[in-house]
């Protein structure tokens, strides 16, 4: 089955079952390769997810790489606290709570900021960083892979900012400032 043959039957399908619009069709992609052939379907709701894999599952070819997700957008970003262990303990991060919409579904995830990312920002801005916009910037980032590299905040709800990727990431933000 040829890829373009694929494309074409996966939208009829989408839009005889009246959940076309839910797909970004400018992201959603089908591509043959010399592994076989690569899919991508990417929502713009989050709650259309199980009723698409269903409807496309007798479909795809077994040996298709079948990715489906959906596209986030951040609704808000809460006050950085201290990050406490499941144990009660304190741990030295400070942690950034981010709510994600798609469509209408909603999570909420973590992002943790280290000590020594904190600290090594400081150092070299002179000032306290701005954690809340850190965090912004580093959610922005992992939501724009796609593909093999894409991340599932519901699957991974807890992102981490260390001192070497605190320092990358403020300098992004110097270059978008």
């Known amino acids: 089955m040829s890829a373009e043959f694929l494309k074409e039957e996966i939208r009829a399908r989408l839009e005889s079952a009246k959940l076309l619009s839910f797909l970004d069709l400018d992201r959603t992609q089908v591509l043959d390769s ?26 795809l070819p ?14 808000t970003i809460g006050e950085p606290q201290i990050a406490v262990s499941q144990s009660g303990g304190i741990v030295a991060a400070r942690l950034v709570g981010v709510a994600l919409r798609s469509g209408s579904v909603t999570t909420e995830i973590q992002v ?3 000590y020594l990312a904190e600290l ?23 939501l724009q892979w796609g593909g093999q590299s894409y991340w599932d905040p519901r699957r991974n ?3 981490e900012i260390a001192a070497d990727r605190a320092l990358s990431l403020y300098r992004s933000l110097q270059k978008t400032a």
């Open 120 to 142: 090594e920002l400081k150092r070299v801005l002179g000032a306290d960083p701005n954690l809340k916009e850190l965090a912004r910037a580093y959610v922005e980032n992992r």
């Open 62 to 75: 077994p040996q298709a790489d079948f990715r489906i997700h959906p596209k986030w957008k951040i609704e």
């Open 157 to 159: 709800p807890r992102l």
């Open 34 to 59: 010399t592994d076989g052939t690569f899919i991508e379907i990417v929502l713009n709701d989050a709650g259309k997810d199980q009723e698409i894999r269903q409807l496309l599952s007798g479909l």
């Open 112 to 114: 943790a900021v280290t």
